[in-house]
C-alpha cells in the first residue's frame, strides 16, 4: 500500500497567487518526519521543509509552508507568491523513526511527485 | 562547498558491462544512500550504509554492490549491466547530530542508459 499519496500529478498556478501541493501519509508510528522536496527541470533535488510528528507548530521556511493536519495525515506544501523559478517537480517524504534494525529509522518514503507550473 | 559529488553525470552502457558510479561527500556525513528514479515510480532506494564499512540493501538492491570503505566515498557498482537498470540515480548524504531535522543532501545525478 502506498505510504505516501500525491493525488496531483501536475499542477497550474498564476505567478504572484499561492498554491497547496497535497501529501498524505500512512504510518502507525507515532514518532515520523515529514519532508517536501523541489526537483526543477535541472535535475537536483534540493529540501524545502521539514514537519516533525510532535510539532506543535507548522513549519514554516520563507515562501513555502507546511499545512500539517495530523488526524487527516496530511502535509500539504503550500507556496505563497509563486515565482516563475518554482517551476519544478515537488516530491512529498516521510521517515519514519521506529524499527529495530539499524537504519530503519532513517529511511524515507517518497510520494510520486506533483508538476507545478507557474504561469507569467 | 562541494557538498555530495556524482560521476560521471552521463553514461552510456551495452548490456553486460560493469561500471561504478562515484559519489563523494565533504560534510563528515554518517549515511549515505543511492537512489535510483524512474518516470512513475519516484525514488526508490537501492543502498544504503550508516558508517564506514556498514552497508544495507534498500528496496531495490539486485544487479548493484556498494561498499562504503570511508566516511566520504560511496560507489556504487553494477556488475553487469541490463537496459532495466536505465535511470537517473541519485547519491544523498545525511548528518547525523542531534536536532537535526535530517533532511537529505542530494548530489546532480548520473543519468545512465543502458542499451
Known sequence: AQKITQTQPGMFVQEKEAVTLDCTYDTSDPSYGLFWYKQPSSGEMIFLIYQGSYDQQNATEGRYSLNFQKARKSANLVISASQLGDSAMYFCAMREKGGSKAGNNRKLIWGLGTSLAVNP | NAGVTQTPKFQVLKTGQSMTLQCAQDMNHEYMSWYRQDPGMGLRLIHYSVGAGITDQGE???????????TED????????????TSVYFCASKGGLAGNTGELFFGEGSRLTVL
Not at chain 2, 60 to 70: A, E, H, K
Not at chain 2, 74 to 85: M, N
Open chain 2, 60 to 70: 531495490v538492491p539486485n544487479g548493484y554492490n556498494v561498499s562504503r570503505s570511508t
Open chain 2, 74 to 85: 560511496f560507489p556504487l557498482r553494477l556488475l553487469s549491466a541490463a537496459p532495466s537498470q
